[in-house]
Every structure is written in structure tokens, then in C-alpha cells.
Nanobody, 125 residues
């Protein structure tokens, strides 16, 4: 089983920056792919970014590409999401997730086996 704990959320003005962290612990799980998802009030949860641990390959949604950067420190078992130039529409609960080898694109929820509880990001004008 794996435990994922997010941190780093908060309130920030538009144009500002935040860095989210996701620490993983436990045993017997795979972090072949790790991702960040977000869910805004009244909307479905959607993929923001993902990183494939072995290859280092990264993927982003169109809405955040160029503004957000996903990274992972394997030694610290921690994944990060650096969010710059934040916009009002980035306001959401952000979740990290981990998944093993399998089929499906990075932004499919079923691709992931373990989820964190989420951290709230609020962007104001």
C-alpha cells in the first residue's frame, strides 16, 4: 500500500506562484507514473501533469503547459508541481496520484492506483 500526502497549497494572487509537493510512503507499490490532477467546484477532476519515473518523460494539459513544471526527486520520494503565472481558473483542489505500469494515457484517472487527499489552491484577483 502507498500513502500520498500533498502540501503547498494556499491562496495567492493572480500572476503569483506556488509549489506543491507530494510525498509518497509505504511499500509494495509502484510509482511508474505519477501525476497531478485538479478539481474545481462543479467540474470533473482532470489531469494537470504527469511524470514517468524511469524515463523522466513529462506531460502537461494544454491549459498549464508553459506555466507549470512537474518534477520528481526519487531519493526523497517526492513529486513537485511548480506553478507560475497562476490564473483565476487554476483555483481547484489538487491531487497527486501514483500508478504502476499499464495501459492508458497519463491523464486518465483509472491509470492511477493511489491518490492523496488533496491540497487546495485558490487564486484571487
Amino acid at each position: 500500500q502507498a500513502q500520498l500526502v500533498e502540501s503547498g497549497g494556499g491562496s495567492v494572487q493572480a500572476g503569483g506562484s506556488l509549489r506543491l509537493s507530494c510525498v509518497t510512503s509505504g511499500s509494495g507499490y509502484s510509482t511508474y507514473v505519477m501525476g497531478w490532477f485538479r478539481q474545481a467546484p462543479g467540474k470533473e477532476r482532470g489531469g494537470v501533469a504527469a511524470v514517468y519515473t524511469a524515463s523522466g518523460g513529462t506531460y502537461y494539459s494544454d491549459s498549464v503547459r508553459g506555466r507549470f513544471t512537474i518534477s520528481r526527486d526519487n531519493a526523497k520520494k517526492t513529486m513537485y508541481l511548480q506553478m507560475n503565472s497562476l490564473k483565476l481558473e487554476d483555483t481547484a483542489m489538487y491531487y497527486c496520484a501514483a500508478g504502476g505500469p499499464g495501459f492508458g494515457t497519463w491523464n486518465l484517472e483509472k491509470r492511477y492506483d493511489y491518490w492523496g487527499q488533496g491540497t487546495q489552491v485558490t487564486v484571487s484577483s
